[in-house]
């Protein structure tokens, strides 16, 4: 059974900064796309940031210049450095893999969610 295991969230005021992690663990091969999303008090879930396994990111508009993806593929973590907080980021930040290989050699196109981890901005 896949797991991913979210941490680095907090209370942080506004133009500071957090560093989200995210583990996924189980009989992975491999993850195609790692991915933040975040989900806001009466608002859907949004698309953050995806990190391919070879290398491309993308960032949604609110957060480019400010927020970074990165990943770890020999520990199947990814990473969302956060800077220059605003307290529009306040959500429930949320970690997916997707494209996700097992073992003995399973192709689940579908995303594995973590719990999701508080993000507080205060102002």
């Known amino acids: 059974q896949v797991q991913l295991v979210e941490s680095g969230g907090g209370l942080v005021q506004a133009g500071g900064s957090l560093r989200l992690s995210c583990e996924a663990s189980g009989p992975i091969i491999t993850i195609n796309v790692m991915s933040w999303y975040r989900q806001a008090p009466g608002k859907q879930r949004e698309l953050v940031a995806a990190?391919?396994?070879?290398?491309?990111?993308n960032y949604s508009d609110s957060v480019k210049g400010r927020f970074t993806i990165s990943r770890d593929n020999t520990k199947n973590t990814v990473y969302l450095q956060m800077n220059s907080l605003k307290p529009e980021d306040t959500a429930v930040y949320y970690c997916?893999?997707?494209?996700?290989?097992?073992?003995?050699?399973?192709?689940?196109?579908?995303?594995?969610w973590g719990q999701g981890t508080q993000v507080t901005v205060s102002s």
């Open positions: 997916a893999a997707t494209g996700t290989t097992v073992e003995p050699s399973d192709f689940i196109p579908d995303p594995y």
């Open positions: 990190h391919t396994r070879v290398g491309p990111t």
